[in-house]
Nanobody, 120 residues
Framework: VQLQASGGGLVQPGGSLRLSCTAS????????MGWYRQAPGKQRELVAV???????NYVDSVKGRFTISRDNAKNTVYLQMNSLKPEDTAVYYC???????????????WGQGTQVTVSS
């Protein structure tokens, strides 16, 4: 299973970006899909997660500004980021809990990371 993330870039404060992450390979089902971020000198933190049933959770600092969604038919998770702030600058990583077959346990897979820079 491989995850391919895209959509990062340079944006001014107050701007928007949309990240995408698509899984490919041997996939039977995907439970949780999430986005993490890691800023220079800081630990990686969970930004948002969406479960197979559609429930979501967000870190407090992005609530009301970021929206996570998923397209199960495309094995893809999105992160719509609005009202971006300089403190949102980080490398963003996607994570998915993937089951490759009905009798196989769920394994976690990471995407390669995409840089988001918020600066004027």
């Amino acid at each position: 299973v491989q995850l391919q993330a895209s959509g990062g870039g340079l944006v001014q404060p107050g701007g928007s970006l949309r990240l995408s992450c698509t899984a490919s390979g041997s996939i039977f089902s995907i439970n949780a899909m999430g986005w993490y971020r890691q800023a220079p000198g800081k630990q990686r933190e969970l930004v948002a997660v969406i479960y197979s049933g559609g429930s979501t959770n967000y870190v407090d600092s992005v609530k009301g500004r970021f929206t996570i969604s998923r397209d199960n038919a495309k094995n893809t998770v999105y992160l719509q980021m609005n009202s971006l702030k300089p403190e949102d600058t980080a490398v963003y990583y996607c994570l998915m809990g993937v089951r490759s077959a009905p009798t196989v346990l769920t394994n976690n897979y990471w995407g390669q990371g995409t840089q988001v820079t918020v600066s004027s």
